[in-house]
């Protein structure tokens, strides 16, 4: 029943505004579509104004439920330079899009699963529905271009492709003005820039765009992410505000593209309740290709820590320190080669005294801790033809890509170049600073991990890391780089130990500002020693951005929990019916207690559980708890 249910209430949505936008749309161009389950519906059609000037639109429903009000699909080209230099007709349409004619349409279906290298699940389903629409210019036969649209149960997803050109002009897209009309009520969490803080506020006044992946709560209970997927031969792409209700696609600078092309994928994520949106993040992946690297076995996930003082002698107790805490990696940070803003810097030569690093990846190896090494990207501009495959015959395990320009085409050319050339010399990467991933570590799965993050360079407090799971891990893993003993931490010691379960990265930075000899025997650190960075299934179990949220991960038989409250202490009721039926499980379970006699007041405690089992969380303001599970 629930099916007809749906589908009938779609159709009644569609018919009631169907009124509203039926004048002027071209006869035969309305196409509808919908998710292989048939909860999300997509509906597509063209309009003709009196001067025979077109355009396309777009709605979208969720069982009846308005999701995206009629919007506008637009790129602005302006390709006059190369039909000039070539000798083609110069189009002077005011809006490239308006004399488009519709030819025909093709209509597929996929289902197919793929296992990850690493990630928050062992294996992913890339079901959709698509259509493909066709277009070509009614003026000029050389112009074609598809809009591209595909239905998953999770979201929808399209964007344009253009057909190699058989006159062989360039394009150039000047912008793009795709609409997203929400009703009234929409709200949003919006963050200025990919380090910025988080804000709640309604689609009016907005001052300044909006970082993506972009979450919204509409008023009628939905949840809604905006997100950029393969944006890999293209200008970064982020949300503003062009009215009331109304958020457009705003391009950082325009791009000049080699036909056959596509822009990157724009989706729009849908779920009943945030815990749905936060659970979503293999629908970025499946919008992106498939691995590219075909011996992916040097690929490994792992915990990593900082070296805060670079000497031999602290590289070699970091590495001890590492192997007992069960951490893979350590981490060297920036002018371990010289003055990182340098462009005389040479990041094959080590420019500091007394760090021996053949010594040191010697060592490491020894005791089975990799390293990894920080290069500014002065440094990656100059010698990334070269460095990689350095680093390669050192046995450098990774990059961290530091202090990298993101946003306009070149730069994300050259990112992703620097990927590939890192992947081609074995060579695992961590991008930091402004710059988020949009799926493409499923293409080149060496990018572990990247910043773009308020994470614990900035000390954020409890209810900015809240809101971080509906937010940026829906683009993927982050490095918010965990730490536990500096003084500015504004959490509890609970707090930072759960966000190891919480927040997804296979390269997991642990004791960012920390160093071996802080430690004092801590026995809640055992947490961190058992948890794994990859994952074989994951539950986002409680959560609402910016109040709390729980995860439950899965590797193997066991299980490991974060629970985190905001700024405010809070009771939460965790039930454990994600485990299996009939099975007993030891969860030990570690939270803030000021009657523990550390300095870090966090109390462990053992209970037995089952699928039946609840558990009451009485957290702390600005607190959590973590818990392991294993089999009894």
Known sequence: MKFYRYTFLTLFFFLTIFRASAQNINPGSEQILYSPDRSLMIRFYQKESADHKKAFFYQVSYKGKNVILESKLNLELDNHLSESAMALPVDTHQHWFENLEIKNSVRTEKDTTWTPVYGERKFIRDHYNSLVIKTVKDD?????????????????????????????????????????????????????????????????????????????????????????????????????????????????????????????????????????????????????????????????????????????????????????????????????????????????????????????????????????????????????????????????????????????????????????????????????????????????????????????????????????PFTRYIAGAADYTICYFNARIKTTHAHQLALAAIYFSPIQTLYWYDKPDLYKGEPELEFWDKIPATWDETRVLLGSPGEYVTTARRSGEEWFLGSITNNEARKLELKFDFLPKGQKFIARIYNDDNTVATATKVGIKDITVDSKSTLKLDLQASGGAAIWLHKK
């Open 140 to 468: 000029n036969p050389i112009y074609e271009m598809n809009i591209e649209f595909r239905a998953y149960n999770q979201g929808i997803a399209f964007r344009f492709f253009f057909p190699e050109n058989v006159k062989g002009t360039y394009y150039r897209i000047m912008s793009e003005n795709t609409e997203f009309k929400f009703e009234e009520g929409t709200s949003a969490w919006k963050a200025n820039w990919a380090q910025a803080p988080y804000h709640k506020v309604a689609l009016e006044n907005w001052d300044a765009e909006a970082e993506r992946p972009l979450t919204l709560e509409l008023k009628n209970g939905l949840y809604v992410s905006l997100l950029e997927a393969q944006m890999v031969d293209y200008s970064r792409t982020k949300f503003k505000l062009k009215e009331k209700n109304t958020v457009v696609t705003s391009m950082f600078t325009p791009v000049d593209l080699i036909s056959p092309v596509a822009t990157p994928w724009r989706a729009v994520m849908v779920a009943e309740s945030a815990t749905g949106i936060a659970e979503g993040t293999d629908l970025i992946l499946n919008l992106n290709e498939s691995s590219k690297i075909k011996d992916q076995s040097w690929v490994k996930p792992g915990k990593i820590m900082r070296v805060m003082t670079q000497t031999t002698k602290d590289a070699l107790e970091n590495i001890d320190f590492a192997a007992k805490r069960n951490l893979q990696y350590i981490l060297f940070d920036w002018k371990w080669y010289g003055p990182a803003f340098s462009f005389d810097s040479d990041a094959s030569k080590v420019a500091i005294n007394d760090f021996d690093l053949p010594a040191i990846i010697k060592y490491g190896k020894e005791k089975g801790i990799g390293v990894w090494l920080y290069v500014n990207q002065q440094a990656l501009l100059m010698q990334s033809d070269s460095l990689f495959s350095i680093y390669k015959k050192w046995g450098v395990a990774g990059v961290k890509f530091g202090f990298v320009q993101s946003g306009s085409h070149r730069w994300t050319t050259w990112i992703e170049k620097a990927i590939q050339q890192a992947a081609q010399n074995q060579i695992m990467v961590n991008i930091h600073d402004d710059w988020r991933p949009t799926g493409e570590q499923r293409t080149w799965p060496n990018l572990m991990t990247a910043e773009g993050i308020r994470g614990n360079e900035e000390m954020p407090d409890a209810t900015s890391n809240t809101v971080m």
